[in-house]
């Protein structure tokens, strides 16, 4: 199996990702990923905590949805292709709201053999409203 | 009623640690996610790959914490609690996949602590870096958090 989904001549500026939707997300998801990141801030687990807490009730890891966008460019480039993600957690995502990740590629760069793409992430719900925002930079095969 | 946050942990760099990434880690959080990348999952897959093995997603090394400390360290060290933090910003530099077996050392730091008044109040800035390196000393990942605090 390739890793490489994509070769660098096959990507233009200006190219749209394909989306990734995810959700609607649902308790368990948030208590898996607690479990699986460490990241046990009740804040994410007990609406009540949440709510006294004066955040109005559970809301999702920003770090789940940072892994939704790394798998919006994984699923497109291939495992092993992300070399920089950086992102801003710009809204809250609740329980039962769906997560639609895009992107667009802003550059290119090819430097001997190492050819990297630069993209543009972010994420919504379903309302629109950006819930992350961010850049990327993969490194992708050539077919020369 | 705004608290400032102390800011005398600037600079303050916290105890190397080490973690040892285990194959079973990377497929719980792989699946927690619900990526089911065969790259994260399969091993024959992995074995057949470019680096010999099942590699983690991206943002695994979030995950790495020191199990031997107090993890309410910084947030004491900060003079806040749990419920008043959010995450701001995160990134990820990656000079290759971490792999399951490996030991990596992981080196964190605060580079700096400042307020801003936003829509919905005073609220001060964390930024930390942890820089993660292999048992060669090379360095295999950085990561800079933005923690929000709401004073």
Not at chain 2, 13 to 38: H, Q, S, W
Not at chain 2, 103 to 113: G, Q
Request: net charge neutral; with cysteine; glycine share 10%.
């Amino acid at each position: 199996m390739k890793y490489g989904k994509i070769y660098v001549e096959d990507v233009k500026v200006g190219d749209d990702l394909p989306l990734l939707v995810k959700g609607p997300l649902a308790q368990i998801q948030l208590t898996r990923y607690a479990g699986a990141s460490g990241d046990f801030n009740p804040i994410h687990q007990d609406d009540e905590f949440a709510r006294a807490a004066g955040m109005g009730g559970v809301f999702a890891h920003g770090m789940l949805s940072m892994a939704f966008v790394a798998q919006a460019l994984t699923d497109w480039a291939g495992a092993g292709t992300v070399r920089k993600l950086g992102v801003r957690f710009a809204g809250l995502v609740r329980l039962k709201d769906t997560v639609t990740c895009r992107g667009r590629v802003l550059a290119k760069t090819s430097k001997d053999d190492t050819h990297e793409i630069e993209v543009e992430v972010w994420a919504e719900n379903q309302k629109g409203e950006k819930v992350v925002t961010g850049r990327a930079t993969l490194r992708v095969p050539s077919r020369g | 009623m705004a608290t400032a946050l102390r800011k005398d942990v600037i600079g303050k760099e916290y105890p190397p640690y080490a973690v040892t990434v285990e194959r079973g880690k990377i497929k719980e959080f792989a699946r927690a996610v619900g990526d089911l990348n065969p790259f994260y999952l399969d091993d024959a897959v992995g074995r057949a790959s470019p680096w010999g093995d099942i590699i983690a997603p991206p943002t695994f090394a979030i995950s790495f914490r020191d199990e031997s400390a107090d993890t309410s360290a910084l947030l004491r060290d900060l003079g806040t609690d749990i419920s008043r933090v959010l995450h701001g910003e995160q990134e990820f530099e990656l000079h290759r996949p971490l792999q399951p077996g490996q030991t990596y050392l992981c080196r964190a730091k605060v580079l700096d602590v400042y307020e801003k008044t936003g829509k919905s109040g005073p609220m001060a800035f964390v930024v930390r870096e942890t820089a993660v390196t292999d048992g060669a000393n090379e360095i295999v990942a950085v990561l800079r958090h933005v923690t929000v605090v709401r004073l």
